[in-house]
């Protein structure tokens, strides 16, 4: 009964890193869907990548998220205006998205 307890946490585990790998960024009125890094995604709101398929987006040529999908997503560990962790999925090794990365 342990074992399957175990078991059960890490199908658990998988599943949420999984879902939380597939966020992209679209807005409502734009075709396309991109990642956190986009400067084309501008005040997109995040999606699963899965929800922005199935409103006919498709992938950025500019980000190319399908291919960012791949890599290992972090939330942005930087601050927004009011104090809280930033809500950005970012693939970019200094673990911050493109409004948070020094420049
Ligand atoms: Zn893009
Ligand atoms: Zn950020």
């Known amino acids: 009964m342990k074992k399957f307890l175990v078991l059960l946490f ?15 960024y679209a807005s409502s009125k734009g075709e396309k869907y991109h990642t956190a890094d986009c400067k084309l995604s501008g005040d997109a709101d995040s999606m699963t990548l899965a929800a922005a398929k199935k409103a006919g ?22 601050k927004t ?21 020094s420049k």
């Open 10 to 24: 890490f199908m658990m585990a998988g599943l949420a890193i999984q879902s939380k790998a597939q966020t992209v």
């Open 57 to 78: 987006k498709t992938s950025c040529g500019v980000c190319k998220p399908d291919e960012h999908l791949k890599d290992k997503m972090v939330q942005c560990s930087g």
């Open 81 to 101: 205006a009011d104090g809280t962790q930033c809500k950005r999925q970012t693939a970019s090794k200094d673990g911050k998205c493109f409004q948070h990365k």
